[in-house]
Structure formats: structure tokens, C-alpha cells
């Protein structure tokens, strides 16, 4: 699992400088709708039935106000919306550069 080196907000993209020198660009909307959190992804109950979460997808206009390293696997953002309830992992946010739904 690599870490981040440098993380910066440009305009409504994150610019994320990973430490194995790798550099990727995130928009705040997709990364917003990329929460992995259980308000956006619902939970699943025994038998695999989601429970809550939301149908939206497009978040206009949210950016992402701050962030945390959470341990050294995670970073917990703010968003503009109230949401900062999601830890994305190293290992999720290189997915999400590398193809994954939060590029703009």
C-alpha cells in the first residue's frame, strides 16, 4: 500500500502526489459520489439485501473543504455537502485514479 506524498485542492480537483511518484487528479463531485461510505452505499444485511444508502450519483458544485490522514491506511475528507463520514483507503483512492468513477 502505497501513501500519499501530497494531496492538494486545485480548484475543484484533488491533485494527489502518491510517494512512488505517481500523480493523479480527482474531481470533488466524483469523489464525493465515490464515498464508500454506508450513507451513499447502504449496508447489507445477512442475506445480501442492502439497507439505506442513496441512489444519487452526481454531487454539482461539491468540493472538498479539508482533510485527515486516518492511521496509515486512510484519509477522511470534508466535503462542502457536511459529508466527512468516509474513509477512503490508499488502496481505493489509487483504484479511483487508475480508472475508477472519480475522474472528470
Known sequence: MTAPERIELIG?????????GHEQYLTCEALRAA???AENTGERDLLG???GG???????GVI????????????????SDGHNTC???????????EGGSAQG
Open 54 to 60: 442513496t441512489d444519487q450519483k452526481s454531487y454539482p
Open 12 to 20: 475543484h480537483e484533488l491533485a494527489i502526489l502518491w510517494k512512488d
Open 64 to 79: 472538498v473543504r479539508g482533510w485527515r490522514p486516518v492511521g496509515g491506511y486512510a484519509i477522511q475528507f470534508d466535503f
Open 35 to 37: 464515498s464508500p461510505s
Open 49 to 51: 439485501r442492502r439497507i
Open 87 to 97: 474513509l477512503y483507503t490508499f488502496d481505493y483512492l489509487r483504484q479511483l485514479g
